[in-house]
């Protein structure tokens, strides 16, 4: 019941958060805040099955034309996807009392905030590809609604360009879910990756390239990222931070879940499978480059983090490129480097949700976004400016901070890789390479932000709501660095490959 | 019997590590109560460290705590601590150097702002390089490597609101950074292949032959460039001259203790795995010995008072290379000679650190240009920084003649001529830097600035602290047997070895480097400024910029990274993928607009077109047909009438009409029934 119950709860609330913002935005903030706890504490109730058992799955009777079970399913990485989205929505909510202060008709905001939330955390908790792909859906137009509705400049344009983007991404999603089902005759995901290894490999090839090629706009894999400068930037910021804390990432999980769990076993004997992979990778270093490089020299504050963002995913990309499989005997990949991938998608959520709204704080703050035009406001702002630290330290993957162990796991599972593949030495040396212009990035953003001479005098801290959602966060990422384990420990109790 | 203290191991870097993070709650109190609180914390980790001494002493070679923490969930991913004497040696190092800069700074720092700040970012220094000696593998000793040069940087940064400040702290991240990766790069592919961190189990691997050698010289040789970052040794020792924007306090303690020993430390930590690899070893030697020579040519131009201790650190720790290079073994002669160095290095420059930063916090000035004179009026000063000249050149008795001995000795054992050629080069550099520095700070009359500022003594707590470091700088030498004792080295110390012919030709060497400065600085038989313009212009030049290796980075930043990210920002980015989703939909747009113009009225206007023309067609149909019909229904009226007026002639009621009719009727039918009728 618990994963039902996690649904179902943000569902029923969505009517009474829209009354309740009627009267007051602050109760409705608050009241998005609970059902978010609550939630959390719901699917916290499962981590002890997940680490026993390895998964939690609940079954109930749905469209039975379609032979469809309404299945929610939990493991190690669903969870710790779903668990840290929760917290980012915790945050965001918490966050957006002060932030969205002087904005209108926010009642409809937490009203979409806590439908979006059902989309967010049914993508990681299903493994009916029909449930998956209608909280997919289910992702995308509150999030249209928010950017367009909430946004800065011209949101709608920008709302349009996203939801165009990964509405496009999302066509092939469908397809290739069409094309499981008539291979298989079944939507579930474990039952179709068995049911798969039958069908036709000449097939279930071009499934995957469908799946992998939209799953990967959503992620926002150079060249199809363009979306996410856009809509990243004139987002409200604690959108952004959703954005970029799950949505991104939730491509991420899908290739993981859907791409490579259940449908590239089934192709994994044929020599598609290592130029697949091989593709992964390529684009993985590319979109790590191309982000660090484009960050480093952007000037708008929030689209360094968008740029940022890009890159990371490739990091993540790259990661993924890992999975491990075995063929004849010889072993490809690491499981290192998943797991490290996954991890990396816990802690670049944590980490870069909070630079979001380290970002969004100093734009209302300071009224600016150009970061040739501040300066020095480390001194106005001391609580931004540490929260600041840790995260972009974090993203330059500096030890004792979260991101700094995923990507060493990243990095160990490329090394392992290279035993029986020789060409993911060298691309780990690249990305090896990248996370200097990763520092190089990050500290250019902190030096223009908060180092040097004040430029704007009139500077206050930021509001007590906000403080309160950045500090959190910031010390998560401390904690989430030296001490990784509950996270690892999820996510080691799944057997990939 | 055990004299360490419970868990000391782990809590002499945990003390100062989670001590800091505390440093803002007793600022909250107030200013006084933070002090204390941080000296305090400092002087707990002081006897924390103190106390792993005598087991060490008295102990075998190295003593471990088995106690482990399980901390990454992967294989060999726990944490422990390792207990031997090179981290004790460090540890004490640290703890003690610590404690005294802290001391140091509340008088050197006192009314600064961001002193919060400061000493929370002190502490962590202070315990995350402990850590990193302490660490007993490599994960978490890379980990604490990491921590250690982000606390530089912000150090350095401290004075944040300095553009030069931030830069050069940036230049700090940024280059270590280099080695950083390569150094992770190397535990990385120890991992990979030994399924370990641990240094223990790592050298018993390769003692039992079970590392194949590419792996191990790929480990050692991206080892090596990691501590050349941290070291700032040759390329990649410019950092360390921009590093000297921090207060000068952080200086002494960067210097000394922290951030550029670890790269000593880890090559002589790894020693002991990578001694074995071809080349290595020599790499390591060369490396010291080309950083000691250019760190030193360096230091005798520079015009920044800090800059000579600056290069002179970057010159000292070559010393150290080459003697870590030079020895045969792990535990050897050469081995000793570095890290004794080493500790003598961390007084003579701490010293040098504190006092420099005396003159620095009076005159307000770091160009020694406009200094002159100040033995007058900062006699105490003038009497450490004599010491630091002293023991820094190694001049007897004090502690730098006694390590420099043991290092040029054990250079002479490899047999390269050459080697020994360049240490001594570099040692007469160093007398020679020394002198002159000395000579234009204090000697002569006083600067017209210099009298312009009012010049005291520093503040007794400056002066207090300093001379602990100078007391040591005398005695530290003879404290040698004791050392070798500590570190369990296989090496007789008698008194006889330094009088011998090596060490008068080690004199013999710092007169001839001495000699030029006395005529130039002191006699001034031969201007500096003569010089520099005449005969030694070209070398003056590549001096002056530092041998042109930031020149080369600078340029090769420019041209390799920032002007391709700005093309690849403006170009691909900007100009081409943000606005080509908008081309497409422009694009699309028009071929939609063209659709809805062109087809869709094509189309609108057809149905039109036909409903015209059928209308038209209807109207002609209407009007002619209708015309027509009603002609045809005239003509036919007319006819009918025609027609029915003549058979209105024939019913004319005559009754032979109808007979005739009937008749002919009949045979009509009987025609027809004929007809129809089958035979």
Redesign the interface.
Same mark, same amino acid.
């Given at each position: 019941m618990a994963l039902l119950l996690t649904l179902l709860l943000p569902s029923v609330s969505v009517p009474i958060i829209y009354m309740l913002g009627k009267k007051s935005d602050k109760i409705a903030a608050l009241a998005v805040a609970l059902v978010s706890i609550a939630d959390l504490s719901l699917l916290l109730t499962t981590v002890s099955t997940v680490l026993t058992y390895g998964k939690h799955v609940e079954s109930y009777y749905w469209i039975p034309m379609l032979g469809s079970e309404f299945t929610l399913f939990v493991d190690g990485v669903s969870l710790s996807m779903a668990i840290v989205t929760l917290i980012l929505i915790v945050a965001a909510a918490i966050y957006s009392i002060n932030y969205m202060e002087e904005k209108t008709a926010l009642s409809g905001y937490y009203a979409l905030l806590s439908l979006l939330t059902i989309g967010l955390v049914g993508v990681f908790i299903t493994s009916n590809l029909l449930v998956f792909y209608f909280c997919w859906e289910l992702m995308l137009v509150p999030t249209y609604f928010i950017i367009g509705g909430w946004g800065y400049k011209e949101p709608y344009r920008a709302a349009f360009?996203f939801f165009?983007?990964t509405h496009a991404g999302a066509v092939f999603v469908l397809l290739s879910i069409g094309a499981v089902y008539m291979l298989t005759g079944n939507l579930d995901m474990f039952q179709a990756q068995t049911l798969l290894m039958t069908a036709s490999p000449d097939v279930v090839k071009w499934v995957l390239a469908s799946f992998t090629l939209g799953f990967a706009v959503k992620m926002a894999i150079v060249?199809v990222? #363009?979306?996410l400068?856009?809509a990243h930037s004139e987002a409200p910021a604690p959108m952004s931070a959703l954005l970029s804390g799950v949505i991104i990432e939730a491509g991420a999980y899908a290739i993981f879940r859907v791409s490579l769990s259940t449908v590239f076993p089934s192709i994994a004997a044929s020599a598609f499978a290592t130029q697949f992979l091989h593709v992964l990778m390529v684009f993985g270093v590319l979109s790590a480059f191309?982000g660090a490089?484009?960050s *480093?020299?952007?000037n708008d504050i929030k689209r360094i983090v968008a740029y940022s963002s890009i890159s990371h995913m490739g990091y993540v990309l790259f990661g993924l490129s890992l999975f491990p499989f075995s063929v004849n005997g010889v072993a490809y990949g690491s499981v290192?480097g998943v797991?490290g991938t996954v991890l990396h998608l816990v802690n670049h959520a944590v980490s870069k949700g909070l630079l979001f709204l380290v970002a969004g704080s100093i734009m209302r703050q300071t009224g600016v976004r150009d970061i040739r035009k501040m300066g020095?406001l480390?001194?106005k702002m001391p609580l931004t400016t540490i929260s600041s630290a840790l995260a972009v330290?974090s993203i330059a993957g500096?030890?004792?901070l979260a991101c700094?162990?995923s990507e060493?796991?990243i990095?160990?599972g490329g090394?392992?890789a290279s035993?029986s593949d020789s060409f993911y030495f060298w691309s780990t040396?690249l990305m *090896?390479?990248a996370?200097?212009?990763s520092?190089?990035y990050v500290?250019?953003f902190f030096?223009k932000v908060?180092?040097?001479?004040?430029k704007i005098k009139e500077v206050k801290e930021a509001s007590v709501f906000m403080t309160i959602a950045m500090i959190a966060l910031a010390v998560l990422v401390l904690i989430l660095g030296v001490?990784?384990?509950f996270f #690892?420990?999820l996510i080691?109790s799944v057997s990939f490959g | 019997m055990t004299w360490l203290l419970p868990c000391s191991p782990w809590l002499v870097w945990i003390i100062p590590s989670l001590a800091s993070l505390f440093v803002p709650l007793a600022a909250k109190i107030n200013g006084k109560i933070r002090d204390y609180f941080v000296i305090s914390a400092s002087l707990l980790t002081v006897v924390f460290a103190v106390s792993m001494v005598p087991d060490v002493y008295f102990g075998t070679t190295q003593i471990v705590t088995d106690v482990t923490v399980?901390?990454?969930?992967?294989p060999g991913g726990q944490a422990g601590v390792l207990v031997d004497p090179l981290s004790t040696l460090f540890a004490n190092l640290i703890a003690f150097l610590g404690f005294i800069v802290l001391v140091y700074s509340l008088g050197y720092m006192a009314h600064k702002e961001g002193l919060t700040r400061y000493y929370f970012l002190m502490l962590l220094f202070i315990g995350a390089m402990i850590g990193l000696v302490m660490a007993d593998n490599f =994960?978490l000793m890379?980990?604490f490597w /990491?921590?250690v040069? =982000?606390c530089s940087?912000a150090l350095v940064?401290f004075w944040?609101? %300095?553009?030069e400040a931030?830069?050069a702290? &940036?230049k700090v991240?940024?280059m270590t %950074?280099?080695g950083d990766?390569c150094l $992770?790069?190397a535990i &990385? &592919?120890l991992?990979?292949n030994l399924h370990t961190f641990s240094f223990r189990t790592i050298i018993n691997l390769v003692q039992e032959g079970k590392v194949a050698l590419p792996i191990l010289s790929l480990a050692s040789f991206l080892t090596l460039i990691g501590a050349i970052a941290k070291s700032a040794q040759l390329p990649l020792h410019t950092w360390l001259y921009g590093a000297m924007e921090a207060p000068t306090s952080v200086s002494c303690l960067l210097h000394g203790a922290t951030m550029v020993k670890g790269g000593v430390y880890l090559i002589a930590r790894t020693l002991i795995i990578f001694y074995t690899v071809p080349m290595w070893l020599t790499t390591v030697a060369w490396i010291g010995v080309i950083t000691a020579v250019i760190g030193a040519t360096l230091a005798l131009e520079t015009p920044d008072i800090k800059g000579v201790p600056a290069y002179s650190t970057i010159s000292q720790i070559g010393f150290m290379f080459a003697a870590l290079g030079a020895s045969s073994s792990p535990q050897s002669p050469g081995w000793f000679a570095s890290l004794f160095h080493l500790l003598s290095h961390a007084c003579f420059q701490g010293l040098g650190f504190l006092a420099i930063g005396s003159i620095v916090h009076q005159l307000g000035t770091r160009d020694m240009r406009k200094m002159g004179g100040l033995r007058r009026s900062m006699p105490i000063t003038f009497a450490l920084c004599l010491v630091v000249i002293l023991a820094r050149s190694g001049i007897p008795p004090f502690c730098g003649f006694f390590s420099k001995g043991l290092i040029a000795s054990t250079i002479w054992s490899t047999g390269d001529c050459v080697l020994v050629f360049l240490i001594y080069a570099a040692a007469a550099l160093t007398f020679a830097y020394s002198l002159r520095f000395l000579v234009i700070t204090f000697a002569g009359e006083e600067s017209d600035y210099v009298r312009k500022v009012h010049v005291h003594e520093a503040p007794a707590l400056m002066i207090a602290s300093s001379s602990v470091l100078a007391v040591l700088c005398v005695i530290l030498g003879f404290f040698e047997p004791f050392l070798i004792r500590f570190m369990h080295v296989p090496l007789e110390f008698n008194m006889g070895s330094f009088m011998s012919l090596e060490s008068l030709m080690f004199l013999v060497v710092l007169f001839i480097g001495g000699f030029p400065i006395y005529l130039v600085y002191i006699r001034k038989s031969l201007s500096a400024d003569k010089l520099r313009k005449g005969i030694l212009s070209p070398i003056g030049k590549v001096l002056e910029n530092g041998y042109y290796f930031d020149f080369v980075y600078d340029s090769f930043l420019v041209t390799s990274? &920032?002007k391709?990210? %700005?093309g =690849?920002?403006q170009y691909v980015?900007v100009a081409g $993928? /943000?606005r =080509?989703?908008?081309l497409i939909?422009g694009g699309a747009m028009h071929l939609a607009q063209g659709v809805y113009n062109y087809v869709d009225g094509f189309l609108d206007r057809m149905c039109y077109l036909v409903a015209d023309h059928t209308m038209i067609v209807a109207k002609g149909t209407h009007k002619h047909l209708e015309t027509f019909l009603d002609e045809l229904c005239y003509i036919f009226a007319g006819k009918a009438m025609f027609h029915g007026s003549r058979i209105k002639k024939m019913h004319t009621g005559a009754l032979p009409h109808f007979v005739v009719a009937a008749v002919l009727g009949f045979f009509i039918l009987c025609i027809l029934l004929l007809l129809t009728m089958s035979w």
């Open positions: 360009k165009i983007f060249p990222h #363009m979306w400068p856009d191309y490089f484009t *480093l020299v952007e290192e797991v020095g480390a001194g330290f500096v030890p004792p700094f162990i060493f796991l990095f160990v090394v392992q035993g040396f *090896l390479v996370t200097v212009f520092l190089a500290l250019r030096l908060f180092l040097q001479s004040l001490w990784p384990r #690892m420990d080691n | 399980p901390w990454v969930p992967v =994960l890379f980990v /990491e921590v040069g =982000l940087y940064s944040y609101k %300095r553009p931030c830069n702290g &940036i991240f940024l %950074r280099v990766i $992770l790069a &990385i &592919i991992y990979v990274v &920032i391709p990210s %700005r =690849l920002h980015e $993928l /943000e =080509l989703p908008y939909a």
